[in-house]
């Protein structure tokens, strides 16, 4: 049988095929986005941070971005550019990930027009390089628990962003360590003494000399299992003053007084009102897990079909490592999935895409595509991780040189079944959808 490449590639690429092509031509011509590895913890991060403001000056940034703000607003664009960056090094997957997909993507998403305004084309274009600041040291999976306090003061028309301890600081951030200037913080929004629920602030954390901000402490996570190209850290905010207009307030505003109005009554509704709308994080964790899965596929499959192993009896010749079933039966089902799971992840863009990026009006729409992007990204990445696994022992010694590429890749890869939402707490949430939608049948 022979296979046409180029057909077989433009099935592949699907809708968003010439951005693909772009970026991969801008990968092979730019020397800054070759795979590099060994690198110091402090050089890593500079190549990374120098590498995402390269890709800042690309249409991979202006894609995630509105048109009246400089971008080209194409979200099925984006994320597959994405799926192509994360071929190179996922530290960098992650650092634009975390200034366009979440930064750039909680203020569009649950700011209002005056935040786009100021903020939109900043975040863009890197100049002010921002932080997504949700998970605290005591809260991760169970966001509406977190303790940092957002307490309005109508004398003064200001927020008061506080830390009441250790177990409420914000941990594991990316971008605080090094980088951020400005954190989008998840607090418990609190005004005329009544608390009214997970909102987001934006704190300005460091200043344009790259000092800390008067009343933050900025702390390094220090080395990580992987992903070491990106400056994950701690904040704590002592009283830290921001204005009032520095609420995110599409779903809850704060009047000079201190009115709070919403146009979802329900607490817990708004909350997950407000989280369902950043679903497309997930849906690039799920893309690029599954670019690394193809990458080991691709560095083992091209392996076994040259490494030889054992004498053939009876004749002067060694066995190719993929003429042994027991190695096909390793790596085939594992390709045959992550092709299944190509198709999968390319039907969620392209749905995600029709429904308005994931900030549908529609509510079935929107928490269908809520459940789907929750169950793929908990099984792509899981299969992610086993598959890079099988592809390392199938190289043998030669797969656990760094040189290889797949220790990186399996290192880089592990935290993906983490964040963006714990797997096994996703397909929890999926199977709280189903049963809803279920329950809406009848
Ligand atoms: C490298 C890295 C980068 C990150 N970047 C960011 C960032 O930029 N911004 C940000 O806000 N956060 C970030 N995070 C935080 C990440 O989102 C959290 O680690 C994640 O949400 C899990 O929270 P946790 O660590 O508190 O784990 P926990 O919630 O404590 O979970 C621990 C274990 O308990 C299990 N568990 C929890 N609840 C249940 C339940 N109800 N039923 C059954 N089992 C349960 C989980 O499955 C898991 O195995 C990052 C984390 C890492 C490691």
Redesign the pocket.
Known sequence: MTVEIGRLRTLLDGRWGPIREEVRDQIRAAPLLRPVHGLPVEAYRARVMEQARLVSQTRSARLFFPRQYGGEEDMGGALSAFETIALVDLSLLVKVG?QYG?FGGVIRRLGTERHHRRYLHAAMTMELPG?????ETG????VQSIRTTATYDPARQEFVVHTPDDDARKD???NVARDGRMAAVFAQLITGGERRGVHVVLVPIRDERGRPCPNVRIEDCGD?GG?NGVD?GRLWFDQVRVPREALLDRFGTVAPDGTYTSPIANETRRFFTMLGTLVSGRVSVSGAGLSAAKVALAIAIRYGLTRRQFRVPGRDQEVILLDYLQHQRRLLPALATTYAMHFAQSALLESLHEASDGDSADESQQRQIETLAAGLKAISTWHSTQTIQTCREACGGAGYLSVNRLTELKADTD?FT?????N??LL?LVAKGLLTNFRDEF
């Not at 983490?418 to 714990?422: A, I, L, Y």
């Open positions: 975390v979440l932080c997504f600041a949700m998970t809260h991760g999976s169970d594991y951030i990316g990580k992903l994950n935290v983490t964040f963006e939402g714990d096994t707490v929890q």
